[in-house]
């Protein structure tokens, strides 16, 4: 008997079933109302990882987070209805998530709302309601080269008293939704995907 072959044989044996036991353990929690178990679980069906892929699954998992208020769940949650991945299509949805998304703490979904808003999508156009989901967002979006090139886009449509709208709106928003701890939609662990346009330990 090759003894080799043996311990790779056990090895692969035990492997694969603590792999199955984190993938029960992550499916329990989950099912019990784990925010992190249920973007775990999500982003498994997303791309078939310790499960066969399934969107239209990892899509109701991100719900389940987005439906408790979390902003990486809402996030991603919001991009499967732009993309129409598990999900029918639709922009207009993607829109409402997005901003449930940035009053959880999201300041990428606020990010994304100046962009929806100034080119409209799936919102009426509105260079005054970018302009304060600019500033909302202007932490994260001054990082960015393209949110760099939004500011410029604004200054030169808008006028002095649309920036003061803008400022108000913004100063509104922040006023009724308290700052709230931030939300990566990029935690290495929930790991929600990521999106075209951008823009811990399980419960």
Known sequence: MNWRVVLVVVGVTAVTASLGVMVSQTWLRAHLGGVNSQLQLAYGYAIGNGVEQDDFEATR????????????????LASRYDEGRGIEKDHAEATDWYTKAAEYGSLESAFVLATRFHEGIGVPKDNVRAAMWLIVSQEFARIRSDGQKLLEDLKASLSETDLVEARRLAGQWKAIHAPAPAQTTEAAQAAPEPVAVTGQAAN
């Open 61 to 76: 998992w991100y719900r389940r987070a987005a439906e408790q208020g979390d902003a990486r769940g809402a996030f991603s």
